[in-house]
């Protein structure tokens, strides 16, 4: 989430760069938050200030009270007059009285007094005699002093959940707001304003119709949709015999690559709990994109940066240690809901697929270097397959919600004649480092601060067996192998129908 003390201070600012993002409500959020903050801000005030007048009142009145050169009259005088001036919230007046106490008992003071502990009394006009004061008049006085003082411990307590309640609203508030954009980041209203880079590699050219992969597939026996559908209904499918074995392969291969290049494997729970789903900012935005497990009260995965992002939260890491880059392949499960409308045709938008996923948790100051990096090895890779490839750098209006900027990777894919997205590389500075509170203790002292978090794919599976099996197909229905997978496929240099 944002540091509140920038819409504290720069409030008009921060909603000059969230408009930017093309989301009204999210604006309107900030100037709630602001207002929100505003008030807590005085409530907190007026608690405190209480709460020091209450320290001070109750340490004067157990001084008071013990107090034994205080006669009968001291007492009963005293505490109501501290009492009446506790009502008309004037504590100034009454820790005057407590620290130099009267001792003039007037008869209105006694028959309030008598009334509150049984005790009879004779009707008396002006100033009561002593002979008229019993013990059971001051005892009854200073109860209802004490009874005062319990007042204004309600108050405080009621000012406390004010500020209970203005803090949930505020969270809520906070974290719908998404990240502000890089100064970098070119503003446009939508994805078709995404800047393409000039693609590298050659766009494959054939002597015959090349098929989309949702016609190829079945052919080669290598993708079952049908019975995908009938084990668990639209947008499923069955990798078959060489499918499913391009498809472990790339994976082997993914991961060695980062290994490669000093990335840490980790295997995390394909699982999480909801405050990782926060930590991550995938909640409260894309609560309804995601699978849900009631009986245990767990969320699947949507993609691994969640989990990953979530193994350093609450922590507080040395600034040696970082860089701290991981890699994790998992499965991902999305509902996919957002894809309305798009083509979904074959295994482009499905409900469930497999990543492998770039994590990096860096300096603030390197972050944009590792954004790069990122966004570098994802195209790297595509070289590598031989994939026609292309950097695309998106705009405020399709930056998502927590990223401050970000790079799309794409490759071609031949048969169904489009640039399809394989890698999503986002610096996301230290918005989801504040939401799952991971910080690095810096190594010359001073407090804590937030790390910046990075993702990337690195990459997205079936997209890239999508533009394998369209950009490598021959004539004859079969598929070449590329180069770099061969030896983890024994060998095999072509594909061809089982």
């Not at 008869?107 to 008396?124: F, G, H, K, M, S």
């Not at 990337?456 to 599976?461: M, W, Y």
């Not at 067996?465 to 997978?485: F, H, K, M, R, T």
């Amino acid at each position: 989430m944002l540091d509140i003390n920038l819409i504290r201070e720069k409030k008009d600012w921060v909603k000059e760069r969230i408009a930017t993002l093309n989301d009204p409500g999210a604006v309107e959020r900030i100037d709630a938050v602001y207002a929100l903050d505003q008030r807590r801000r005085a409530l907190l005030q007026e608690a405190e200030a209480l709460k020091a007048s209450r320290n001070k009142l109750n340490k004067a009145f157990g001084r008071f009270r013990g107090n034994k050169k205080l006669t009968d009259a001291h007492r009963i005088a005293t505490a109501l007059e501290a009492a009446e001036a506790l009502s008309k919230n004037d504590i100034d007046r009454a820790l005057a009285l407590l620290t130099e106490p009267i001792d003039q008992v007037r008869a209105e003071q006694i028959r309030l007094v008598a009334d509150n502990a049984d005790v009879v009394t004779r009707e008396v006009d002006g100033l009561v005699p002593p002979e008229d004061i019993h013990p059971e008049h001051a005892r009854a006085a200073l109860n209802i002093l004490q009874s005062a003082l319990g007042e204004l411990a309600d108050r405080i307590n009621a000012l406390d959940e004010q500020v209970k309640a203005i803090d949930a609203d505020l969270r809520e508030n906070m974290l719908w707001i998404p990240n502000m954009p890089h100064e970098s980041v070119p503003v446009g209203a939508s994805d078709e304003e995404n800047i393409a880079h000039e693609p590298i590699g050659d766009i494959p050219t054939f002597d015959f119709e090349p098929l989309p992969h949702w016609d190829l597939g079945p052919q080669l026996g290598i993708i079952d949709f049908e019975r995908g559908v009938k084990l668990a209904g639209t947008r499923f499918y069955i990798l078959n015999g060489m499918g499913a074995r391009l498809h472990r392969a790339l994976s082997n291969w993914m991961l060695d690559f980062h290994l490669e290049r000093g990335r840490i494997e980790v295997y995390t729970p394909f699982m999480v709990k909801e405050e990782c789903m926060y930590g991550s900012a995938q909640f409260p935005k894309f609560r309804d994109v995601v699978y849900y497990d009631a009986e245990s009260g767990l969320y699947m995965l949507p993609t691994a940066e969640v989990s990953v992002t979530n193994m350093h939260r609450d922590e507080i890491l040395a600034e040696e240690m970082l860089p701290l880059r991981y890699v994790a392949h998992t499965p991902c499960f999305r509902r996919e809901k957002m894809s309305a409308g798009r083509d979904v045709r074959g295994i482009k938008r499905v409900h469930q697929f497999e990543k492998v996923e770039q994590y990096s948790f860096t300096h603030p100051d390197k972050s944009y270097e590792e954004l790069e990096l990122i966004t570098e090895t994802a195209e790297a890779m595509c070289a590598a397959l031989g994939l026609p490839y292309r950097r695309v750098e998106m705009v405020t209006g399709d930056l998502g919600f927590a990223a401050s900027k970000k790079y799309d990777v794409e490759v071609y894919a031949a048969g169904c004649k489009e640039w399809l997205e394989v890698s999503s590389c986002s610096n996301t500075e230290d918005f989801q480092a504040r939401r799952a509170n991971i910080k690095f203790r810096p190594a010359e002292g001073g407090r804590p601060q937030f790390v910046h978090t990075l993702n990337g794919s690195g990459l997205a599976l079936p997209r890239i067996v999508i533009a394998i099996l369209e950009n490598y197909q021959q004539a004859d229905g079969s598929v070449i192998v590329p180069e770099v997978l061969r030896p983890y496929l024994g060998g095999l240099e072509v594909i061809t129908a089982a």
